[in-house]
């Protein structure tokens, strides 16, 4: 897996990344895909969505601050790129934590393609059918194995399934890998989940032949660079800045030297 080869590509492909996201984050979701070189769109209403995916690369959704208006135009948006083969990516955010998350999640998953699903440990064992519940969007203990939801859910959804914590997991085809990148500042930013499905958007967008490296090398290099912003920060809103200037600026020799990537 050749990860600066595919991040080359971003950086001079330039590939649009359609997101129906979260409020909270949404800035820090577009700067991170205008950082790593992509370009990143933004569009939520119902009149547009359809329009707007035909031009992206990937798209990105995320359900961590739903209206009935945001479901409408997940569901045509998903439309679009299910006709034209564009992948999505679907962040759970806070499945587990209410009804309407929990139904969107489902609605979503039986209605739609979904090509990546991600979330946190509880979410995706929560949109897999396990009784957890999570802490609003942070993760509740999961005491079943991860990688077995995952390769599981994979397996069900023929997706690949992503899990984000302490180490990444991501499933598919009856595969695992695992990613230790990663800092324990990541966990102290409001959002680096967020961009985490909007890293992996962007590689899906140049990767979208192979979704499961894609996903995997996304995750490396979201982890490499909070590991290298986490060197010259003082604490969370420092590294939140840093990691913007090092996703802009991250070299081969960061990724050869710095990967932690196993297989299951």
């Known amino acids: 897996m050749n990860i600066y080869e595919m991040l080359n590509e971003i950086r001079s492909k330039q ?48 359900i961590g601050t739903l209206t009935k208006e945001l479901i409408e135009s997940m569901l045509i948006s ?7 083969k564009i992948p ?12 309407l998350r929990n139904s969107s999640c489902q609605k979503l998953i039986t209605e739609r393609k979904i090509d990546i699903v991600k979330g946190n440990a509880s979410e995706i064992a929560s949109v897999a059918g396990h009784n957890v519940k999570t802490k609003g969007v942070d993760s509740s203990e999961v005491e079943h194995s991860l990688s077995d939801i995952a390769l599981n859910l994979s397996n069900k ?38 961009i985490a499905a909007s890293i992996i958007g962007c590689f899906a967008g140049v990767g979208r032949s192979d979704l499961f490296t894609a996903s995997t090398a996304a995750l490396s290099v979201w982890g490499i660079a909070g590991e290298k912003a986490s060197v010259k920060s003082d604490g ?29």
């Not at 998903?78 to 034209?84: C, R, Y």
């Not at 991501?170 to 967020?194: F, P, Q």
């Not at 939140?240 to 030297?257: A, G, P, R, T």
């Open 15 to 62: 590939p649009v990344i359609h997101h129906i996201t979260n409020w909270v984050t949404i800035f820090n979701c577009a700067q991170a895909v205008k950082s790593i070189g992509a370009s990143p769109v933004m569009a939520h209403a119902t009149q547009e969505a359809a329009e707007m995916t035909s031009i992206a690369s990937a798209l990105v959704l995320n």
């Open 78 to 84: 998903t439309k679009t790129a299910n006709e034209k």
């Open 88 to 99: 999505v990516v679907l962040d759970a955010c806070g499945a587990g934590a209410s009804t």
């Open 157 to 194: 959804l023929s997706s690949v399934v992503v899990i984000t914590g302490k180490s990444d997991y991501v499933a598919a085809n009856g595969k695992v890998s695992v990613i230790d990148n990663g800092t324990e500042l990541m966990g102290r930013v409001v959002g680096t989940g967020c």
């Open 236 to 264: 969370a809103g420092s590294f939140i800045l840093n990691i913007f200037d090092v996703l802009s600026s991250l070299s081969e020799d960061d990724i050869v030297k710095n990967k932690k990537i196993s297989f299951m």
